[in-house]
Nanobody, 127 residues
Framework: QVQLIESGGGWVQVGGSLRLSCAAS????????VGWFRQAPGKEREPVAT????????YYADFVRGRFTISRDNAKTTVFLQMNSLKPEDTAAYYC????????????????????WGQGTQVTVSS
């Protein structure tokens, strides 16, 4: 069982930045592909950015490409989501998810692909 802990959410003005972190308690995230998803009230959970466990390959949703960056540290203990140029429509609960996989280069976009989920961290962008 992998317990994921997100941090870094909060309130920010339009155009501001936040950095979200996702860490696994009691173990590293090595050999886990990781994704960031978000869910706004009344909407379905959607992928934001995902990364293979090697860190080589990444996926970005069109609505964040060029503004958000997903990365993982060298020890593979934490996965980050750097969010710049935030917009009011980015307001949502952000969740990280992890999937154990033998494929070092594969990222996964569907929430159904992931085995483990964090509790979420709220991001609010105010105009």
């Amino acid at each position: 069982q992998v317990q994921l802990i997100e941090s870094g959410g909060g309130w920010v003005q339009v155009g501001g930045s936040l950095r979200l972190s996702c860490a696994a308690s009691e173990r590293t995230l090595s050999l886990y592909a990781v994704g960031w998803f978000r869910q706004a009230p009344g909407k379905e959970r959607e992928p934001v950015a995902t990364i293979s466990w090697s860190g080589v390959n990444t996926y970005y949703a069109d609505f964040v490409r060029g503004r958000f960056t997903i990365s993982r540290d060298n020890a593979k203990t934490t996965v980050f989501l750097q969010m710049n140029s935030l917009k009011p429509e980015d307001t949502a609960a952000y969740y990280c998810a992890a999937k154990s996989t033998p494929y070092w280069e594969t990222y996964y976009r569907s929430p159904d692909d992931y085995n483990y989920w964090g509790q979420g961290t709220q991001v609010t962008v105010s105009s």
